[in-house]
T-cell receptor, first 114, second 113 residues
Framework: GEDVEQSLFLSVREGDSSVINCTYT??????LYWYKQEPGAGLQLLTY?????DMKQDQRLTVLLNKKDKHLSLRIADTQTGDSAIYFC??????????????FGRGTQLTVWP | DTAVSQTPKYLVTQMGNDKSIKCEQN?????MYWYKQDSKKFLKIMFS???????INETVPNRFSPKSPDKAHLNLHINSLELGDSAVYFC????????????FGPGTRLLVL
């Protein structure tokens, strides 16, 4: 459960859609999260999805979950320069001594060009 | 109205010193965490407390000692600071019976010289 993989960088033009991908390791993960970190700031919870869902939409954000492939994605529609940040994917474990533990990916640096 | 707060925001100190970082949450959560983020942005859990009881203790040197005086506070004391301790330390909190979504503080940037 410690190998949450994300690509490190993504660049898009303002107004385009951004898709940030993540693969996780444990099929028994109960929740999967997306956090945003702006420069010099803490982690801001963007959205999360329960493992029995395939999709969740929240305004400009769409989360897709493919449990079979252990693949999670975050789509940001109409990306703005203010969306430039690092985006972290995290999976939550709820087994035995790992109860409630989050494992994070290394983050995807999203750069939005005007 | 800050949800999870940490002090100090920046901490610059000499090797060998002892320092503490404080964390407070006003969300009524019962579980609190300390994470370390290294220079490559890798984020890893260090400790977790539920109702003042230690429930997660990763492989962290004994120089790091968390203390939870009550459910709303989780402090981190570090003895004999080393250069490799330089990182950003994040506190987080969650409510165990509400999906345990974790809310993070703004971080404490520790630089050991």
């Amino acid at each position: 459960g410690e190998d949450v993989e994300q690509s490190l960088f993504l660049s898009v033009r303002e107004g385009d859609s951004s898709v940030i991908n993540c693969t996780y390791t444990d099929s028994s993960s109960t929740y999967l999260y997306w956090y945003k970190q702006e420069p010099g700031a803490g982690l801001q919870l963007l959205t999360y999805i329960f493992s029995n869902m395939d999709m969740k939409q929240d305004q400009r954000l769409t989360v897709l979950l493919n449990k079979k492939d252990k693949h999670l994605s975050l789509r940001i529609a109409d990306t703005q320069t203010g969306d430039s940040a690092i985006y972290f994917c995290a999976e939550r474990f709820d087994r035995g001594s790992t109860l409630g533990r989050l494992y994070f990916g290394r983050g995807t640096q999203l750069t939005v060009w005007p | 109205d800050t949800a999870v707060s940490q002090t100090p925001k920046y901490l610059v100190t000499q090797m060998g010193n002892d320092k503490s970082i404080k964390c407070e949450q006003n969300l009524g959560h019962d579980t609190m965490y300390w994470y370390k983020q290294d220079s490559k942005k890798f984020l890893k859990i260090m400790f977790s407390y539920n109702n003042k009881e230690l429930i997660i203790n990763e492989t962290v040197p004994n120089r790091f000692s968390p203390k939870s005086p009550d459910k709303a506070h989780l402090n981190l004391h570090i003895n004999s600071l080393e250069l490799g301790d330089s990182a950003v330390y994040f506190c987080a909190s969650s409510l165990r019976d509400r999906g345990e979504t974790q809310y993070f503080g703004p971080g404490t940037r520790l630089l050991v010289l």
